[in-house]
Nanobody, 124 residues
């Protein structure tokens, strides 16, 4: 499965962005999906994940209450709504697919497919 992340850009602190992750090559049916981010000079870190069957979301503490992950299975797309952005949210954001339908892993090693990343820059 090929994943294409989009929706990044430059936004002021306090603003919002919605990231999209579109799949091609096959449906996302049966995959848990995750969002990760990597800031300059830092390791890639978990942001959010959502399972396939139950659509239960899980969030990193740093984004809980501000970010919302969702999926539209009919459109084969996963979203990350980001509100109340801060400069600390600046990073390249990646979407990823986990072949375990009810996966909720926060580890990059558990994901099988990755998108190319989209840059989010939050100015102060």
């Amino acid at each position: 499965v090929q994943l294409q992340a989009s929706g990044g850009g430059l936004v002021q602190a306090g603003g919002s962005l919605r990231l999209s992750c579109a799949a091609s090559g096959r449906t996302l049916a049966g995959y848990a999906m995750g969002w990760f981010r990597q800031a300059p000079g830092k390791e890639r870190e978990f942001v959010a994940t959502i399972s396939w069957i139950s659509s239960i979301p899980h969030y990193a503490d740093s984004v809980k209450g501000r970010f919302t992950i969702s999926r539209d299975n009919a459109r084969n797309t996963v979203y990350l709504q980001m509100n109340s952005l801060t400069p600390e949210d600046t990073a390249v954001y990646y979407c990823a697919a986990d072949r375990r339908p009810e996966g909720s892993s926060r580890s990059t090693s558990e994901y099988d497919y990755w998108g190319q990343g989209t840059l989010v820059t939050v100015s102060s």
